[in-house]
Structure formats: C-alpha cells, structure tokens
C-alpha cells in the first residue's frame, strides 16, 4: 500500500492562492488513481478533485470547478492541487486519497483505500 504525506496547507486570503502536494511512497505511484478531499468542521468528507494514473483526465467537484487544479507529477511520486480564487468556505482539512481500484471519475471515499494525514486550509474574508 501506498504511503501518502501531504504539504502546502496553511492560511490564505480571500482570493488568494494556495497549493498543496501530496508525497507518495512505497509501491508503485503511477498505479494508483489520486484524488484530494476535504473537510470542514462539523461536515462530512467532501470529494474535491481526481486525476487518472496517466495524468491525462481529471474530473472535479462543482464548487471547486475552475478555480482548482489538479496534477500530478509520477516521476516526483507527487500530486497537486493548485488552489486559486480562495473562498472562506473552501476552508477545511484537505486530503489526498490513493485507489488501487479508483480512476478519475471515482468521487466515493470508499474507492480509495490510502490516505495522508490531512493539511489545513484556512481562508479568511
């Protein structure tokens, strides 16, 4: 199984940007789907974006649609998630996820069975 290790949370304005990384290890990276998801206080994991084990298709969610990038980089054993047009609701703690049996348009928590320990994301207005 994959080890997963997020960085690039912190705080951002209303605006602003931020960007994340996810760091894989152990087994193969590139045989993996990808996804980051988030979440806030007193809410359920949300899914927020996935991208294919080529890098070639991502698929996102509706609020994030636009302003967020995901991407992926197999010879870094690296994701991103580039966070642009930061919104306060957009403030929660962010995961990525890594699915053996995933692909991009994969959106349950259910179809990845690895996962970082979480960044936070603060936005304030």
């Known amino acids: 199984q994959v080890q997963l290790v997020e960085s690039g949370g912190g705080l951002g304005q209303a605006g602003g940007s931020l960007r994340l990384a996810c760091v894989g290890s152990g087994r193969s990276f590139s045989n993996y789907a990808m996804a980051w998801f988030r979440q806030a206080p007193g809410k359920e994991r949300e899914f927020v974006a996935a991208?294919?084990?080529?890098?070639?298709?991502?698929n996102y969610a509706e609020p994030v649609k636009g302003r967020f990038t995901v991407s992926r980089d197999n010879t870094k054993n690296t994701m991103y998630l580039q966070m642009n047009s930061l919104k306060p609701e957009d403030t929660a703690v962010y995961y990525c996820?890594?699915?053996?049996?995933?692909?991009?348009?994969?959106?349950?928590?259910?179809?990845?069975?690895?996962w970082g320990q979480g960044t936070q994301v603060t936005v304030s207005s």
């Open positions: 991208i294919s084990r080529s890098a070639m298709t991502t």
């Open positions: 996820a890594a699915g053996a049996g995933a692909n991009f348009m994969s959106r349950s928590p259910d179809d990845f069975g690895a």
